[in-house]
């Protein structure tokens, strides 16, 4: 059982929260005393089961589960298409669910495909990757990649316009599509429209200034962070021989990398790594854009998804993508 005990106070003072988030933080009161993968696995199958039901029985869509060859052993991928379609080329969203790299499953947040068929008439494609401790290093972008490629083989097969498969991770999953972004680029493809980083979690030495801001509280935090980071590198983490396929905040060349769009609030310990990421995009000469929404902690999407910044962060994701599918970014 790995478990971490609760990190310092914060160092640093903070940004304000959004008046609803307020609300939410008094509520909920402190962090946990420690952080337990076990737990943490627990509590994501409690919030994501509702909605995964929910999923499975939207007459609007089909779900068809698939295994496909793996880098290490099989691996098990959801389609997910537009139940009523006529013999069509479909835009595709290859999806990364988060977790903090150690919870949750292919169908965390996936939901949100619903949308996306009908905003779309997208397929979406979501992988269960290999989770940390049981998988380190390389091996769980090295998954996501696998079944990446596997896809960019049978786009016919499964009705996808070759022109427009779009990456998108969200936390865990946006460092995990971020990861492959640069494996698809270095190992000749697959031919990428666009790359969605939603609140991504890029780097593991935690020495911004968010980190240092957030490193307590009741929403994901760097102690948990650096716990998570741990379940994956060891005692790599934080040190010089991590490489840009396990924290692609390492990587020294962005260049060559698909249009990105990047999101995060400002009250969370990714906000930094997230700018400073976006910053490495434009300096390789990439089409790169960012949003940072004001006074969200990390994963305010799902925590309060009424806010007003909230609705508008949601809005503003769905125009990039129709972009990438229909326009030219």
């Not at 596997?150 to 779009?166: F, M, N, Q």
């Not at 935090?221 to 905040?249: D, K, M």
Request: proline share 7%; hydrophobic share 40%.
């Amino acid at each position: 059982m790995r478990k971490v005990l609760a990190g310092p106070a914060d160092r640093l003072p903070r940004p304000p929260y959004d008046a609803e988030i307020d609300t939410i933080v008094k509520a909920l009161g402190g962090m946990p005393e420690r952080y337990e993968v076990e737990k943490l696995r627990k509590d994501a199958a409690a919030r994501t089961q509702p909605l995964t039901n929910a999923l499975l029985s939207d007459k609007s869509i089909k779900v068809d589960d698939l295994s496909i060859p793996g880098p290490r052993q099989d691996l098990t991928i959801s389609v997910v298409r537009p139940a009523t379609t006529v013999d069509e080329s479909h835009p595709c969203i290859f999806y990364i669910h988060g977790g903090a790299l150690v919870a949750a499953d292919r169908f965390a947040g996936l939901d949100t495909s619903v949308i996306w068929a009908r905003e779309f008439n997208a397929i979406t494609i979501s992988v269960e990757y290999g989770r940390a401790p049981e998988n380190t290093g390389t091996q769980p972008a090295e998954d996501c990649y696998a079944a990446l490629l596997w896809a960019g083989k049978h786009l016919l097969e499964l009705g996808i316009d070759p022109e427009r498969l779009l990456l998108y991770g969200t936390s865990a999953g946006g460092g995990l599509a971020a990861a492959t972004a640069l494996m698809a680029r270095d190992r000749g493809g697959p031919k990428l429209c666009g790359l969605v980083l939603e609140c991504p979690m890029l780097d593991d030495r935690n020495e911004k200034v968010s980190s240092q801001q957030f490193s307590t509280g009741p929403f994901y935090n760097s102690t948990l962070n650096r716990f998570a980071w741990r379940c994956l590198l060891g005692e790599r983490a934080g040190g010089s021989s991590v490489s840009e396929y396990e924290a692609p905040a390492r990587a020294g060349d962005l260049s060559r990398m698909p249009p990105t769009f990047l999101d995060c609030a400002s009250a969370e310990p990714f906000r930094d790594e997230i700018v400073a990421f976006a910053s490495k995009l434009w300096e390789g000469g990439v089409q790169a854009e960012l949003h940072v929404w004001p006074g969200g902690p990390h994963g305010y999407d799902r925590i309060i998804p009424t806010a007003p910044f909230a609705i508008l962060a949601r809005q503003t994701r769905l125009a990039w993508i129709r972009r990438a599918f229909f326009q030219t970014i």
